[in-house]
């Protein structure tokens, strides 16, 4: 597949509107140790790239990584190594079986030739090479990279959003029910602790109701970053919908996620919330329910189960409060 510029301008009106930078200038990694040929090769490229020469395919392995290079152009004929080798390396390598790679071949080598793009090098050129061939297949595969990592960026951009939730970037119910599972077996196999920490915000539907949708929307993403402040990196936040939110705690017990709950909660009473436009303070109050991993037949079901009878409690018995 060759990706032209249309393809790409088409694929970025795809995906909302962004254009990719094609970029004129790529980042180049020359392996190469014949003087002469070397010395017009890079001539030619620097107008429009960086390019970094090197001699010995040691350091390219090296050095490879930590370029961030476009391509990687290697001479087949070497003279104290194998270039075919060092593709061969550079293929297997994590750090940089991605990165293109083009060859420089004699010509009448067809045998090693065909092992190289066998092996998944990606063009290649016969000497004597020919300075507006190699700009062009240059500029070609720097183009086609650039696009590469578009996709890429994209393509985990896209993985991110299907677990987290746009309105507060927390994890969202998909990701919980992905992972709670595995987070309770872990506990359960090694005898520790897991708490599950079942929060719902009092009265929200009057929040928007009095101060708009908008101002609701305002005050969950608040919400969510005291959520955030209140617990450590291994816990689990999640907002299961609505003004539902979830911490899952490893290595944690029923008290101590009492306690976390209890200073979540007056963490949230204590300060009026001050949000978007509207100046005027917006008084909060959530309640919680906490439970436990118990005993041996336990389930995260029946975990979540308890954590909402907690939940119903606290609500029946006034709000703004936590039961465990
Ligand atoms: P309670 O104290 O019993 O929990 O009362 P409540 O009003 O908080 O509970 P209820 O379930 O009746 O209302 C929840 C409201 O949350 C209703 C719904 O319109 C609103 N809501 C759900 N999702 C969102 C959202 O993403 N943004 C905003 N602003 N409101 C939302
Ligand atoms: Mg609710
Ligand atoms: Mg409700
Ligand atoms: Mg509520």
């Given at each position: 597949m060759r990706a032209s510029t249309e393809e790409q301008m088409g694929f970025a009106a795809a995906m909302g509107g962004e254009v990719v930078e094609a970029g004129r200038s790529g980042r180049i990694l020359l392996v190469e140790d014949r003087e002469g040929a070397a010395a017009r090769m890079v001539d030619a490229l620097k107008a429009d790239n960086d390019v970094v020469h090197l001699t010995d395919p040691a350091e390219a392995l090296l050095g490879a990584p930590d370029g961030n290079y476009d391509l990687l152009i290697v001479s087949l004929n070497?003279?104290?190594?194998?270039?075919?080798?060092?593709?061969s390396q550079l293929r297997s390598l994590d750090r940089t079986r991605h990165l293109p790679i083009m060859i420089v071949v004699e010509p009448g080598e067809e045998d090693r030739l065909h092992r190289g793009l066998d092996m998944g090098v990606n063009d290649y050129i016969v000497r004597p090479?020919?300075?507006?061939?190699?700009?062009?297949?240059?500029?070609?595969?720097v183009k086609r990279k650039r696009y590469t990592d578009f996709l890429r960026?994209?393509?985990?951009?896209?993985?991110?959003?299907?677990?987290?939730?746009?309105?507060?970037?927390?994890?969202?119910?998909?990701?919980?029910?992905?992972?709670?599972?595995?987070?309770?077996?872990e506990s359960a196999d090694r005898g520790r602790a897991l708490s599950?920490?079942?929060?719902?915000?009092?009265?929200?539907?009057?929040i928007n109701d009095t101060?708009?949708?908008?101002?609701?929307?305002?005050?969950?993403r608040e919400l969510?970053?005291?959520?955030?402040?209140?617990?450590?990196?291994?816990?689990?936040?999640?907002?299961?919908?609505?003004?539902?939110?979830?911490?899952?705690?490893?290595?944690?017990?029923?008290?101590?996620?009492?306690?976390?709950?209890?200073?979540?909660?007056?963490?949230?009473?204590?300060?009026?919330?001050?949000?978007?436009?509207?100046d005027?303070?917006?008084?909060?109050?959530a309640s919680m329910g906490v439970a436990a991993l118990?005993?041996?037949?336990?389930?995260?079901d029946l975990i979540m189960k308890r954590a909402d009878q907690a939940l119903y409690c606290a609500k029946r018995d006034g709000r703004n409060r936590v039961v465990a």
């Open positions: 070497l003279q104290n190594a194998d270039g075919l080798r060092l593709c090479v020919s300075t507006s061939e190699l700009l062009a297949r240059v500029r070609t595969q960026s994209r393509l985990e951009q896209t993985v991110e959003m299907a677990v987290l939730d746009p309105l507060t970037a927390l994890h969202n119910r998909r990701y919980l029910s992905n992972h709670l599972d595995t987070l309770f077996q599950v920490l079942l929060i719902d915000v009092d009265h929200f539907k009057a101060h708009g949708h908008d101002a609701g929307d305002d005050v969950l969510a970053l005291r959520l955030r402040r209140n617990i450590r990196g291994i816990d689990l936040a999640c907002r299961l919908g609505g003004e539902e939110f979830v911490v899952v705690m490893p290595d944690t017990s029923l008290d101590s996620a009492y306690l976390v709950g209890e200073r979540l909660r007056q963490c949230i009473a204590a300060a009026p919330f001050i949000v978007g436009a509207h005027r303070p917006i008084s909060v109050t118990e005993y041996e037949t336990d389930t995260p």
